[in-house]
């Protein structure tokens, strides 16, 4: 029985390794309701080429564009925010000379004079007291 069934496998086997332009037999439904797929000519698929090509092209430009764009907006908002900054330092500059002057104003009409006042010129920092580290050796 064994042989029987080797034999008609070989027998099968051969037939369909025999005829390579025969076509395979469908499995489930049949050829007609199946996706017929047709291989790209050589013109068309230099199209396509063409249009990734150009895609690519397109989309590096519009990225340099756009990085552009951003770069001169972050300049721009760099530029602005060292304006704001100097511009509210001077403001509190001047905020800090009116203060001092309605402080001289008060001051005078109380009947302090002027050489009483404190000075407005920076003095030196004083010099912090050195620490002397004491050395202990326990003997």
């Known amino acids: 029985m064994l042989t029987i069934t080797l034999l008609f496998t070989l027998l099968l086997y051969a037939t369909v390794s025999a005829d390579p332009e025969q076509e395979a037999i469908p499995i489930g439904r049949g050829r007609s309701r199946g996706h017929h797929h047709l291989t790209a000519s050589d013109e068309h698929l230099r199209q396509l080429e063409e249009y990734e090509?150009?895609?690519?092209a397109y989309k590096k430009a519009a990225n340099a564009a756009q990085d552009q764009y951003y770069n001169n907006y972050f300049d721009r908002m760099k530029e602005y925010a060292a304006?704001?900054?100097?511009?509210r330092y001077n403001q509190?500059?001047?905020?800090?000379?009116a203060e001092r002057q309605r402080y001289l104003e008060t001051m005078r009409q109380f009947g302090v004079s002027d050489r009483d006042?404190?000075?407005?010129?920076?003095?030196?920092a004083e010099e912090r007291p050195k620490f002397v580290f004491l050395y202990l050796s326990f003997v």
């Open 83 to 87: 304006q704001v900054y100097t511009r």
């Open 53 to 56: 090509a150009q895609r690519q």
């Open 92 to 97: 509190l500059l001047q905020q800090q000379v």
């Open 117 to 124: 006042l404190p000075s407005t010129v920076a003095q030196a």
